[in-house]
C-alpha cells in the first residue's frame, strides 16, 4: 500500500547543537537546556492557548538522517546498546534512523512570545523542521502504574548524554 502523506513545515528548531552526533539523545536527559521553535507566520493562531500548559510534544522532520529511497535497517544497535553491540528491532527503539524520520519530543514551555516558543528539554540540532506541536496532558499521557520499558529498564542512562559518548570502546591496534 503506497500513500503520499503532506506533512508541511510549522516551523523550526532552533538550539545550540549543530552536530548530531554531539546533540543529547533524549529531550527527558536534558531538562536544562533551552531552545526556541520559530512558528510559520500562517500557523502563529495555531498558538493561542499553547502558553498555558506546562509540557507539549514536539513532532519534528529529522531532517539530517533522510536519505530518499533509502531504508534504515530494521535492527541496529541502539545508541544506548553501543558498548554492548546489541542490536534490536528499529520499533524497540528512540532512534532517530527511522522509517519515517519523525522526532518526538517531550518539552517544556518556558513562555510563547508572538510566534516564538522558548523550551526546555533540547534533543534536537538547530534548524530542525517542525510538523506538530500538541499539549501533554498528565490525564490522557500519563499510563497507571510502572509499565514496563523493554531493554531501557536495564540500562544506566546519564543526564545530557550524547550518541558520541555511548560509542563503543575501541579495540588496540
Same mark, same amino acid.
Given at each position: 500500500?503506497?500513500?503520499n502523506?503532506?506533512?508541511?513545515?510549522i516551523?523550526?528548531?532552533?538550539?545550540?547543537?549543530?552536530?548530531?552526533?554531539?546533540?543529547?539523545?533524549q529531550?527527558?536527559?536534558?531538562?536544562?537546556?533551552?531552545?526556541?521553535?520559530?512558528i510559520?507566520?500562517?500557523?502563529?493562531?495555531?498558538?493561542?492557548?499553547v502558553?498555558? #500548559?506546562?509540557?507539549a %510534544?514536539?513532532?519534528? %522532520?529529522?531532517?539530517?538522517l533522510?536519505?530518499?529511497?533509502?531504508?534504515p535497517p530494521l535492527?541496529?544497535?541502539? #545508541?544506548?546498546?553501543?558498548?554492548?553491540?546489541?542490536?534490536m528491532g528499529?520499533?524497540?527503539?528512540?532512534?532517530?534512523?527511522?522509517?519515517?524520520?519523525?522526532?518526538?519530543?517531550?518539552?517544556?514551555?518556558?513562555?510563547?512570545?508572538?510566534?516564538?516558543?522558548? #523550551?526546555?528539554?533540547?534533543?534536537?540540532?538547530?534548524g530542525?523542521?517542525?510538523i506538530?506541536?500538541k499539549?501533554?496532558?498528565?490525564? #490522557?499521557?500519563?499510563?497507571?502504574?510502572?509499565?514496563?520499558?523493554? %531493554?531501557f529498564d536495564?540500562?544506566?542512562?546519564?543526564?545530557?548524554v550524547?550518541?558520541?559518548?555511548?560509542?563503543?570502546?575501541?579495540?588496540?591496534?
Amino acid at each position: 500500500m503506497e500513500l503520499n502523506v503532506p506533512l508541511p513545515v510549522i516551523g523550526v528548531v532552533h538550539t545550540s547543537h549543530a552536530e548530531l552526533e554531539a546533540t543529547p539523545i533524549q529531550a527527558g536527559l536534558n531538562r536544562a537546556e533551552q531552545g526556541t521553535i520559530d512558528i510559520a507566520g500562517r500557523y502563529q493562531e495555531g498558538l493561542d492557548g499553547v502558553a498555558e #500548559f506546562d509540557y507539549a %510534544w514536539l513532532m519534528t %522532520w529529522l531532517h539530517r538522517l533522510a536519505e530518499p529511497g533509502l531504508e534504515p535497517p530494521l535492527r541496529h544497535v541502539p #545508541f544506548l546498546l553501543r558498548s554492548q553491540r546489541r542490536t534490536m528491532g528499529i520499533f524497540a527503539t528512540r532512534g532517530p534512523k527511522r522509517i519515517n524520520p519523525i522526532g518526538l519530543s517531550l518539552i517544556q514551555i518556558l513562555d510563547v512570545t508572538g510566534p516564538v516558543i522558548r #523550551f526546555a528539554g533540547v534533543d534536537l540540532v538547530d534548524g530542525t523542521p517542525v510538523i506538530d506541536l500538541k499539549p501533554y496532558v498528565t490525564r #490522557f499521557d500519563r499510563p497507571a502504574g510502572e509499565p514496563r520499558c523493554g %531493554w531501557f529498564d536495564q540500562v544506566t542512562i546519564s543526564d545530557g548524554v550524547t550518541p558520541e559518548q555511548l560509542a563503543p570502546p575501541r579495540s588496540p591496534g
